[in-house]
């Protein structure tokens, strides 16, 4: 009676890895590209990104620079190819009149008025990477803004604005969707650009800078 139960167990088990095993050969590229995205990645990365310690990664500021830094060298273990030559780091300054409270921009006009008068610049950077595609004359760009509204010294209460869903989120997303396009192990249809944008909550200021350069 024991032998025949376990025969059956056997059988039973045998029988269940079967499909799995024959699915696993059937993986399609789009399969295994759906399959690397996962959870404890996305938590790693905004655990990181809106952590106290990046103080609200604000544009322009040491803690923006530091989540630049972090998605860098996520990137590079990635082996993610950059957008442009050997670097993923697209820096430009962000120009404003010197008043505390005026906004910054990056429209070429507007910045030779302001270079004219006393004015404040905030260094930033848009991280870029790219695959490129088959027909590289069109191009699909994935993008998530890494930046956002810093803290708040005269705050009551909690001074930081973390940030996790806008858009640390979202950066994990562009992050995910990279590693995913990787492990199809195809070369996509187009070019894809997936982009970290600096300067966002400033007035869309990493993207519109992209867009001067990127051929219409
Ligand atoms: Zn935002």
């Known amino acids: 009676m024991k032998k025949r139960f376990l025969l059956l167990l056997t059988l039973v088990a045998t029988m269940a890895a079967l ?52 998605l ?15 670097s993923f780091a697209q820096p430009f300054d962000a120009y404003s009149y010197e008043r505390r409270n005026a906004g910054f921009t990056v429209n070429p006009e507007s910045v030779e008025k302001i270079k004219k008068v006393p004015h404040r610049i905030a260094p930033m950077r848009n991280i870029l990477a790219k695959i490129e595609g088959r027909n590289p004359e069109e191009i699909v760009i994935v993008g998530a803004h890494y930046d956002h509204l810093g803290f708040d010294p005269m705050l009551v209460g909690d001074q930081i604005f973390n940030g996790a869903d806008d858009n640390a989120s979202g950066v994990q997303a562009v992050l995910q969707i990279l590693a995913a396009f990787q492990a199809t192990g195809q070369q996509p249809e187009r070019t894809v650009i997936f982009a970290l944008w600096d300067g966002e909550e400033r007035g869309l200021l990493g993207s519109t800078y992209l867009s001067t350069i990127l051929p219409r």
């Open 19 to 70: 499909p799995a095993e024959a699915k696993k050969d059937k993986t399609t590229p789009e399969q295994k590209g759906l399959l690397t995205i996962n959870r404890p990645t996305a938590e790693a990365h905004v655990g990181f990104l809106a952590s106290d310690a990046l103080k609200g990664r604000e544009s322009g500021t040491e803690h923006g620079h530091i989540a630049g830094e972090y």
């Open 72 to 86: 860098i060298a996520v990137l590079k273990r990635m082996n993610a190819t950059p957008l442009f030559d050997d």
